[in-house]
């Protein structure tokens, strides 16, 4: 899958794309790396420090992978929608913090959490291997701007990066 142009998602976006571009490689190799190196992080923190936040209000490291696994999920919708040629249906804007007070992972695990990471990222590298170029690039509407399938899809692996990054400055 290519990169996007400008014009194919929100300029809020784009430290998402640069942080993916920098990682370099070809996106199916590199949804799959980065799903192994968080999972490769997570899945070797001691109990004690997945429920450590690095100061008052601010998530801990389990909620951090709550936040990925919705982001997963709402951008996988979107880029289904725009994939398959959906041009008029809203897609709106995801509050993290509405998201984030309206779980509870309080009794999930950090393996549980993980397992479903995994299947999420399964189930979207599925959805972004099989989208031909030409439909990675259809736009969908995302309200105020329009987005492609393709940015979406890159913006998950510079989300992820920069989630991955704060969290070896601020909790590790």
């Known amino acids: 899958m290519t990169f996007p142009l400008p014009g194919e998602y929100n300029p809020n976006f784009g430290k998402y794309i ?25 899945s070797a923190l001691p109990p004690e420090k997945q429920d450590y936040r690095y100061t008052e209000g601010k998530w801990t490291i389990k909620e951090v992978l709550m936040h990925l696994n919705d982001t997963e999920r709402v951008f996988g919708y979107r880029a289904l929608v725009c ?3 959906d041009s008029t249906t809203p897609l709106h804007y995801m509050d993290e913090n509405l998201y984030a007070d309206h779980v509870s992972i309080a009794q999930r695990s950090m393996e549980s959490l993980l397992a479903e990471f995994t299947v999420i990222r399964q189930s979207n590298a599925f959805l972004f291997s099989n989208l031909t170029p030409e439909q990675s690039a ?11 399938a393709r940015a979406l899809a890159w913006a998950l692996i510079g989300h992820a990066i920069h989630h991955l990054n704060v969290l070896h400055e601020r909790y590790l």
């Open 138 to 148: 259809w736009l969908g509407n995302n309200i105020d701007y329009k987005v492609s």
């Open 83 to 85: 994939g398959r040629g």
């Open 18 to 42: 640069v942080l993916a571009r920098s990682a370099g490689g070809e996106f199916a190799a590199l949804y799959q790396s980065n799903t192994e190196e968080i999972f490769r992080l997570l």
